[in-house]
């Protein structure tokens, strides 16, 4: 009797655990599990916020400064892409946080990670990934507008919903614009917390994270809503959300590796 409950038991091997559909519902216990590291010792991560909003405010700027606003929304959704990457240090707390180390700013922003410079290749390959996206808007604004100069913010709107080719380039951009994001958040959510906690490969870590998705599709698809909505609510609020909802996804995206992998 004894052994037959040691052996109910014992953790099922890796590749069992990985063809365990978790639910839905899941998705809101990593946020609050999120919530809770970033209020212990919250001032870490409110700075690494903050941080993050002058560099998104920064970028909007230059954006506007240079006459680029035209690729302003295609950057904000490339956000969602080089996201992980950024998170990278909020990780690092979490992680912190289950070991009993102290959390600190400086173990945040300098963070090495198990795998070495392979996270910074896989972060490179995501901002490639975000500019081939940024690139391929140019591309449908032309082939619907043409050589027509863009309407500015103002009117943009306008032009999308009114007019057969602004509907035609919002259904057209939305749709590549969606395979971009469930492509970049596939092989990044989890391709990055494993980078700095195990030492393996980019490409590895990059296909295990596209697995993990996939086996556990009704999670990580009620995760990404999380993530979509809160990341639209920073937005919205002129990018001064950010300094409180970053954080709070990157805490519990880790959740969302630890809880996976």
Known sequence: MATSEKIADAPLPLAEQRRRHLPAGAAFGWLAAGWRDLWRTPLPSLVYGFAVFLLSAAVVWCLFRMELDYILFPALAGFMVVGPLVAIGLYRKSQDLETGIQPSLARMVFVKAQSGAQVWFTGAILCLLMLVWMRAAVIIYALFVGLRPFPGLDNIVAMLTSTPEGLGMLVVGTAVGGLFAAFSFAISTFAIPMLLAEK????????????????????????????????????????????????????????SYRAIR
């Not at 556990?216 to 920073?234: R, S």
């Not at 919205?236 to 995206?253: D, K, N, Q």
Request: proline content about 4%; aromatic content about 8%; overall charge neutral.
């Open 200 to 255: 393996t490969d980019a490409f590895t870590a990059m296909g295990t994270s596209i697995s993990l998705v996939f086996r556990n599709l009704p999670v990580m698809l009620a995760w990404g809503a999380i993530v979509l909505v809160l990341t639209l609510i920073g937005l919205a609020t002129g990018l001064l959300g950010l300094i409180v909802i970053f954080p709070l996804l990157g805490h519990g995206t880790w959740h």
